[in-house]
């Protein structure tokens, strides 16, 4: 079974600290993505990434970074953490062999900025 | 960034009645996957489909990739109170040739099953 791992499941942090959640997938997958989910907006795609050191901007890319120097691990970095990045956050993996290849998620870890 | 239509966007059903929901998008794709989270985790993959009017089914579920390549729906029949939870719907496109394609989600059903 394919297996996303996210580090955290809840974090809490203050206005202004740097964040970062951590992502570690196991299947060797190519293609890596960070969302973001708000009740009402669904899940919303903040960046992603197809190889090692490759990245591409999702549709609400702005307060955020991403970092792939490795192939397993894709990282989500909060430069500035404000209260409206307060969300749950959701990592997925997809192998890249392909077009038609699913995606598959981690856990979600609900980050709370106070 | 572009979004699904996705309907209902909450049904409440007694257990042991069918239950369908549907996406419509007004661009084609060239695969849709249903996906179902439980409160507090990740969404979790159901049925993905591959081709214009392909029926799939898994277990008591049921999907169908329109003919247009621009709609699809799930089917869950007898329902069950562990089929709570909400369903959503993914299309998916090709964003580079030689790897993995974006999803483009709908913004759920919320299925609430009565026992």
């Known amino acids: 079974d394919v297996k996303v791992t996210q580090s955290s499941r809840y974090l809490v942090k203050r206005t202004g600290e740097k964040v970062f959640l951590e992502c570690v997938q196991d299947?060797?997958?190519?293609?890596m993505f960070w969302y973001r989910q708000d009740p009402g907006l669904g899940l919303r795609l903040i960046y992603f990434?197809?190889?090692?050191?490759?990245?591409e901007k999702g549709d609400i890319p702005e307060g955020y970074s991403v970092s792939r120097e490795k192939k397993e691990r894709f990282s989500l970095i909060l430069e500035s953490a404000s209260t409206n990045q307060t969300s749950m956050y959701l990592c997925a993996s997809s192998y890249g062999g392909g077009v038609n290849q699913p995606q598959h998620f981690g856990d979600g870890t609900r980050l709370s900025i106070l | 960034g572009q979004q699904l239509n996705q309907s209902p966007q909450s049904m409440f059903i007694q257990e042991g009645e069918d239950v369908s929901m549907n996406c419509t998008s007004s661009s084609i794709f060239n695969t849709w996957l249903w996906y179902k989270q439980d409160p507090g985790e990740g969404p979790v993959l159901l049925i993905a489909?591959?081709?214009?009017?392909e029926l799939t089914s898994n277990g008591r579920l049921t999907a169908q990739f329109g003919i247009t390549r621009k709609d699809s729906f799930l089917n869950i029949s007898a329902s069950i109170p562990s089929d709570v939870g909400i369903y959503f719907c993914a299309g998916q496109l090709k964003f580079k040739e030689t790897s993995g394609s974006r999803l483009t989600f709908g913004e759920g059903t919320q299925l609430t099953v009565n026992p």
């Open positions: 299947m060797d997958h190519e293609n």
């Open positions: 489909l591959y081709k214009a009017g």
């Open positions: 990434s197809y190889d090692v050191k490759m990245k």
